[in-house]
């Protein structure tokens, strides 16, 4: 399975039901991050999400919260979700699966959570049910693209402002290669979306 779309398509959904695309039945919208903990990003994300009073949910690459514990630990006193993103960044398309599954493991011993997203969006159909049993795997209906360097900010935030609705997970990403596209587009996107009147909070297990 291979995901980098701005929004899913309902093959995809329908191929992967067990896997949560967005949060039915809500009327709020949840904010997410990938790729953190890095220093002056992930820190100016936490700024900014307090300066307008909203919960996110981080999803956390296991070597990045080894290296940077200080600002993991200020996304946890911030009251955040955190979520594994495996220790190493993997690909799963590129990754034996018993070796996968234990980077998820690794993860998991510094990064307290249930909650699980597979970087790039990709996770082999034969690896799914194992990942299951221990995490629920969180996904998006909402992909900024602000890692793309092709994309001006303004594209980034046109993105986020055409295609959310109620319930939609989005994501974003607190990394060196997203910065540019970031540092405009969150707080833009933010801004639109509570005159919008939507409300924001992070993901649970439930």
């Known amino acids: 399975m291979n995901i980098p779309i701005v929004k899913p398509s309902q093959l995809a959904e329908m191929a992967f039901p067990k896997f949560t695309w967005r949060v039915a039945g809500?009327?709020?919208?949840?904010?997410?991050?990938?790729?953190g903990p890095i220093p002056d990003v992930t820190e100016w994300v936490l700024?900014?999400?307090?300066?307008?009073?909203?919960?996110?949910?981080?999803?956390?690459?296991g070597e990045n919260v080894v290296k940077y514990p200080e600002i993991f630990k200020k996304i946890l006193a911030a009251n955040h979700?955190?979520?594994n993103h495996t220790y190493n960044h993997l690909n799963s398309w590129k990754t034996d699966n018993t070796r996968y599954i234990e980077n998820?493991?690794?993860?998991s011993e510094v990064i307290e959570s249930k909650l699980f997203r597979p970087p790039y969006g990709k996770?082999?159909?034969?690896?799914?049910?194992?990942v299951l049993k221990t995490h629920k795997t969180i996904m998006w209906d909402v992909l900024s693209k602000d890692y793309d360097q092709d994309i001006t900010p303004e594209e980034c935030c046109e993105i986020?402002?055409?295609?959310?609705?109620?319930?939609?997970?989005?994501?974003?990403h607190d990394s060196l290669k997203a910065e540019k596209n970031l540092?405009?587009?969150?707080?833009?996107?933010?801004?639109?979306?509570?005159?919008?009147?939507?409300?924001?909070?992070?993901?649970?297990?439930v």
């Open 160 to 172: 986020v402002l055409k295609k959310v609705s109620k319930g939609s997970i989005i994501v974003f």
């Open 104 to 107: 998820i493991a690794l993860a």
């Open 47 to 61: 700024e900014t999400l307090e300066k307008f009073n909203i919960k996110a949910t981080f999803f956390c690459v």
């Open 123 to 130: 996770i082999r159909p034969s690896v799914t049910n194992k």
């Open 26 to 35: 809500e009327t709020k919208i949840y904010l997410t991050f990938d790729d």
């Open 183 to 205: 540092r405009y587009a969150l707080p833009k996107s933010i801004e639109q979306l509570l005159e919008r009147g939507f409300e924001f909070d992070k993901l649970s297990m």
């Open 81 to 83: 979700s955190v979520g």
